[in-house]
């Protein structure tokens, strides 16, 4: 959708991001709890002989199955709450007068009640796709992942603005300075 590209500018600007992808990367890195967990849950071939997590072969089966799915949101969708939460208090407690966490699944997790605004970057279906294409992921995968979230549409309608990404980063960079103008 154009969410890293956002972040980047933001930071660009001194604006602090904590992006909810890199923090579930950080909860199942060897030795954290929420890994034991999900290798408890989801067995022991779904980590390397490393300790590390076969992302893709989690990914295969959460994206196959809607009760996998369910259950790794279980294991993970509460403690990246908890740290995101944690670090929006950090920057008040800072005196920031502005902070932005990324979280792609924000209405599918009921946050966007703890939040002021939600800006939404977004872009068509089609370029989503190729988007992802473009990293490598087979067809099956891409409509499953997309199959998981809402619709744009819906995360539109219920957002505060919207940033389209798809012309170019200048097009990008000038709807974000928009918005944070109107801040």
């Given amino acids: 959708m154009g969410k890293s590209v956002c972040a980047q500018l933001l930071r660009a ?24 967990e999900v290798e408890r ?8 002989g490393a ?9 295969r089966r959460v994206f196959a199955d809607p009760g996998a799915r ?9 403690r990246i709450r908890q740290l995101w939460r944690a670090q929006s208090q950090s920057w008040r407690t800072q005196g920031r ?9 924000l209405f599918e997790t ?3 009640a703890e939040l002021d605004a939600v800006i939404c970057v977004a872009c068509s279906a089609a ?27 819906e995360k539109i309608s219920k957002s505060n603005c919207v940033i389209w990404t798809e012309g170019s980063v200048e097009i ?7 918005i944070l103008r109107r801040q």
């Fill in 41 to 48: 849950v989801f067995g022991p071939e779904i980590v390397d």
């Fill in 110 to 112: 009921r946050a966007e």
């Fill in 51 to 59: 300790g590390r997590l076969r992302r893709d072969a989690l990914a």
């Fill in 127 to 153: 370029a989503q796709h190729e988007r992802l294409e473009a990293r490598g992921w087979p067809d099956q995968h891409i409509e499953q992942r997309i199959q998981a979230q809402w619709p744009i549409e």
């Fill in 172 to 178: 990008h960079t000038a709807q974000l300075d928009l």
């Fill in 70 to 78: 369910k259950q790794l949101e279980a294991i993970l969708h509460p």
């Fill in 13 to 36: 600007r001194g604006i602090p991001v904590v992006d909810t992808d890199d923090l579930a990367r950080e909860l199942v890195q060897p030795g954290q709890p929420a890994l034991a």
């Fill in 97 to 105: 007068a502005l902070g932005v966490v990324a979280i792609p699944l």
